[in-house]
């Protein structure tokens, strides 16, 4: 009886074990590989290099870095939509995955259904920007003179399709205004223009000109989020420069996302690492030096976020007559 009992309780042992999601059992030793749509160096590749390290040193599982820039983050995102669901690679996604959602006429993935959302990492703003000694000392006066000169002022971007780009376009429909958005191949571009005079103004990033911003060469006329910018507590957002930008809210993020049918317990341990590689205090401290502010969340709400950027940057396309490309 006692032998039949302990054979009848291996049995059951063996087939628990057996059924554990592979995950929980400690990774292959193939290391997961991380596809970022940006070159080596920008804002979105550190942002997910920190966090990549702090989740490698978690997992005990060597995590790569893969910069496949170009063709509006199309190169980066096929490749993932077409790996191997095992979690083993995945996408950095941003805004700029659901702009080419609606900037392309054709693309070679269905952005809402090739890809599992795994978790959000962190939001970063962008800003209305002037040099240091321009004679806009606020987004009201910038606001003001352009009502008053139609078509004159010039606002520096960096290239068509972008969100910057993009946002500029949406800032200049919701103030009503006429101003000359003008496209840059850089953001080092955008800021000998602007530190020259060639242009009024520029809309960019914070995080890459913090340096200008900090070291007195341009001036943040206001962020364009929903709250100010941590780190310039003084500069006003849009929404509080003018009524007419009541609500006006733009920003970037970048997120995780794996290849469709990768298996729930996959992208629910990739989801746990995130979180709490992202509450680790020494992480957060990085990421906001970089003018990140972390954010995580769960898969549902990355899904829910995405639908909607798609939708928000899909009729600044249409308003703005952006051509498909």
Not at 116 to 140: C, E, K
Not at 188 to 199: D, E, I, M, Y
């Amino acid at each position: 009886m006692h032998i039949q009992r302990r054979q009848a309780c291996g049995a059951l042992l063996g087939l628990a074990l057996a059924s554990r999601p592979t995950w929980a059992q400690p990774l292959s030793s193939r290391p997961i590989r991380i596809v970022v749509p940006f070159g080596p160096g920008g804002v979105a590749d550190l942002t997910v290099r920190s966090v990549a390290q702090a989740m490698a040193a978690s997992m005990g599982q060597s995590i790569v870095v893969d910069n496949k820039p170009g063709a509006g983050g199309v190169v980066a995102a096929t490749a993932v939509a077409t790996a191997p669901p095992d979690g083993h690679t995945l996408l950095l996604m941003s805004n700029g995955t659901a702009v080419s959602a609606g900037l392309f006429a054709t693309l070679p993935y269905d952005t809402l259904k090739d890809f599992a959302p795994i978790s959000t990492l962190g939001t970063f703003d962008l800003a209305v920007l002037v040099a240091a000694n321009s004679r806009l000392a606020s987004l009201q006066a910038l606001i003001a003179e352009a009502r008053a000169r139609p078509g004159q002022l010039n606002v520096g971007t960096v290239q068509i399709g972008s969100t910057q780009q993009l946002a500029a376009e949406w800032l200049k429909s919701t103030l009503g205004i006429e101003v000359q958005v003008v496209p840059f191949n850089g953001t080092p571009a955008v800021v000998t223009a602007l530190r020259g005079g060639q242009v009024d103004a520029a809309v960019e990033i914070l995080a890459p000109v913090m340096p200008q911003v900090t070291g007195k060469a341009l001036r943040a006329l206001a962020v364009m989020g929903a709250r100010r910018f941590a780190s310039l507590p003084e500069v006003p957002t849009v929404a509080e420069s003018d009524a007419a930008a009541r609500g006006f809210d733009v920003a970037s993020w970048n997120a995780l996302a794996a290849p469709a049918r990768t298996p729930p317990e996959v992208i629910a341990r990739l989801n746990r690492e995130v979180q709490a590689a992202l509450a680790r205090p020494a992480l957060r401290r990085q990421l906001q030096g970089l003018g990140v502010e972390p954010r995580g969340g769960t898969p549902a709400e990355l899904a829910t976020l995405l639908a909607g950027e798609i939708r928000r940057w899909s009729g600044v396309i249409d308003r703005t007559g952006i051509p498909k490309q």
